[in-house]
């Protein structure tokens, strides 16, 4: 009965370095969302997988953003060359069905920092 | 996707009950009336949904106007592990049912 979890909490890397920040959704979950959280801000869509197929990634703010969630359970943001824009908390869910009613259970998130 | 307008904050005092109001004149048919919360430093928790009737669940109830332009989240006793961000969200029916979050209500509670 666990619920979503995410590692590792907390990340601090040095501009430049490459980042990948982990998502284990809730088991049988068909759809697994990111989203980035800004302080003081609400979170903003990245990007949406139904199973291993990523549908929509129309939120990832450049090209140093990647998502893969190949085996349709466990997915992985992996950031680029970090810059300090990208300091934030990453926020995953997942939910049961494509409906859209369906709630989405969210993970407590990775909080990174960019030095 | 249509938007919400939500006051910034709110204060409460402890076992009284709570309304936090949203307004979201541009909703369509189809929409559903969605509400999170997040709790500081956690990730944001589910509180109930509705389409047009008014709806009950164990945390909270979803009064829903009329024209469906407006509804209120209903908490009945406010308790201090109610303070919270309160996100008031129109969730499109779709394959793709991503959350589109604004800035939320800062609840606070009073003991």
């Known amino acids: 009965g666990a619920g979503v979890s995410q590692s590792p909490r907390y990340k601090v890397a040095k501009r430049g370095q490459d980042v990948a920040l982990r998502c284990d959704p809730i088991?049988?979950?068909?759809?697994l969302f990111w989203y980035q959280q800004a302080l003081g801000q609400g979170p903003e869509f990245l990007t949406y997988?139904?199973?291993?197929?990523?549908?929509?990634k129309s939120g990832l703010p450049s090209d140093r953003f990647f998502a893969e969630r190949p085996e349709g359970s466990v997915s992985t943001l992996k950031i680029q060359r970090t810059q300090q824009e990208d300091s934030a908390v990453y926020l995953c869910?997942?939910?049961?069905?494509?409906?859209?009613?369906?709630?989405?259970?969210f993970g407590p998130g990775t909080r990174l920092t960019v030095l | 996707d249509a938007k919400t307008t939500q006051p910034n904050s709110m204060e409460s005092n402890e076992e009284e009950p709570v309304h936090l109001p949203c307004n979201h004149s541009?909703?369509?048919?189809?929409?559903?009336i969605h509400w999170y919360r997040q709790l500081p430093s956690q990730g944001p928790e589910y509180v109930i949904h509705?389409?047009?009737s008014n709806v009950n669940n164990r945390m909270a109830s979803l009064a829903i106007a009329e024209d469906r332009k407006s509804s209120t989240l209903i908490l009945h006793r406010a308790t201090l592990r109610d303070a919270a961000v309160y996100y008031c969200?129109?969730?499109?029916?779709?394959?793709?049912?991503?959350?589109?979050f604004g800035k939320g209500i800062t609840l606070s509670v009073r003991p």
């Open positions: 869910a997942s939910s049961l069905a494509l409906a859209g009613r369906n709630e989405q259970f």
């Open positions: 088991s049988g979950h068909v759809s």
């Open positions: 997988f139904q199973n291993e197929a990523q549908l929509d």
């Open positions: 541009t909703i369509s048919g189809t929409d559903y």
């Open positions: 509705g389409l047009t």
């Open positions: 969200i129109l969730k499109v029916v779709g394959a793709n049912s991503k959350l589109t």
